[in-house]
Antibody, heavy 121, light 107 residues
């Protein structure tokens, strides 16, 4: 079964850190770009970060640059998001997704159910 | 950054209605535009990619079209399971961006 399962969310104080994980199964993870997308309570979707198949290329939304780091372990079919210097505005459900790049087609076709991050004192 | 403006942000419709949602990009994105459906408490689901290609398994009542920087998602005959929020997303340039969403509710 094709699946992505996020974990690692929770309550953290402003300025704190959290590491999210995403376990992939049912597809060739090592050949897939991956993404993190978040959704603040009652708000729309916001793309956060992308990582290339081999981890050699990363992209971030400006609001998390320098604070968040996307990484992966292809041997363990796992994606990560290290979040430092967390702010209240980082409070959201965080989804991992497979990002397909098959020119001219680009899309996110597999999504996890999300993990909730709450930044509050 | 490329801005995506969705309209309307909310619409009320009945089962069987034809529904059209528009997404306007602030600059050319060469049809690198996808549509997602999201139900409360659930992850987004891919419906349409590259402006008009239907994702496998998605009912044929969903369709997408493009004209320059204006993109349209059409549901030909609204079904009870289609009441949800719909988002467009551009994948032409980083940062990837989403539209603000269109919530489709039952009239």
């Amino acid at each position: 079964e094709v699946q992505l399962v996020e974990s690692g969310g929770g309550l953290v104080q402003p300025g704190g850190s959290l590491r999210l994980s995403c376990a992939a199964s049912g597809f060739t993870f090592s050949r897939s770009w991956m993404s993190w997308v978040r959704q603040a309570p009652g708000k729309g979707l916001e793309w956060v970060a992308n990582i290339k198949e081999d981890g050699g290329d990363n992209y971030y939304v400006d609001s998390v640059k320098g604070r968040f780091t996307i990484s992966r372990d292809n041997a363990k079919n796992s994606l990560f998001l290290q979040m430092n210097s967390l702010r209240a505005e980082d409070t959201a459900v965080y989804y991992c997704a497979r990002y397909v790049r098959s020119h001219p087609h680009y899309y996110m076709d597999i999504w996890g159910e999300g993990t909730t991050v709450t930044v509050s004192s | 950054d490329i801005q995506l403006t969705q309209s309307p942000s909310f619409l009320s419709a009945s089962v069987g209605d034809r529904v059209t949602i528009t997404c306007r990009a602030s600059q050319g994105i060469n049809n690198y535009l996808d549509w997602y459906q999201q139900k409360p408490g659930k992850a987004p689901k891919l419906l349409i990619y590259t402006a008009s290609t239907l994702e496998s398994g998605v009912p044929s009542r969903f369709s997408g079209s493009a004209s320059g920087t204006e993109f349209t998602l059409t549901i030909s005959s609204l079904q009870p399971e289609d009441f949800a929020t719909y988002y467009c997303q551009q994948l032409k340039t980083y940062p990837l961006t989403f539209g603000g969403g269109t919530k489709v509710e039952i009239k």
